[in-house]
């Protein structure tokens, strides 16, 4: 069962410019909401196959996700999967496809998220339905961030 959602947003930058934020882990501290660290697994340039864990403050507690590049296509596309089972989830499978496009005007840059949550088991896929509404939620208050950051 694949539960998907969506959010799109407008930012006043380029393209090129919306790409890189998104894969700056260096500076994402500036724009992910409740960012405590990331640890990188890997070196040098972002690629298909990086990898770092993630960690965040949600509801008082520390949570630890493992994520990995899947695709890049440079300034359009950015696919990243988080492995449920690596990290404080302990379940799932999370694909956040970043779909980058030219806005109305040359200032303007149109940044979709499409969300996919797989391999969901139990009481989990049962409340399937309403996790998708947290994950778009929270994923919402991270691209408002974004634009916020990039944007000053």
Known sequence: MSIQFEVERTVQVSQHDA???????????????????????????????????ETRKMYGSEATEHFEVVQLDEPNKIVLRCDGTKGTTGKGEYIFTYIITPGDDTTQTKVTLNGEINKLTGFSRF??????????????????????????
């Open 19 to 53: 790409y890189n934020a998104l894969l700056d882990l260096e500076n994402a501290k500036e724009w992910v909401q409740g960012l405590v660290r990331i640890q990188r697994l890997d070196e040098g340039a972002m690629k298909a196959g990086s990898q770092w864990k």
């Open 127 to 152: 409340l399937g339905k309403m996790i998708a509404g947290t994950f778009k939620k929270a994923c919402a208050k991270d691209l408002d961030k974004l634009i916020n950051y990039l944007e000053k």
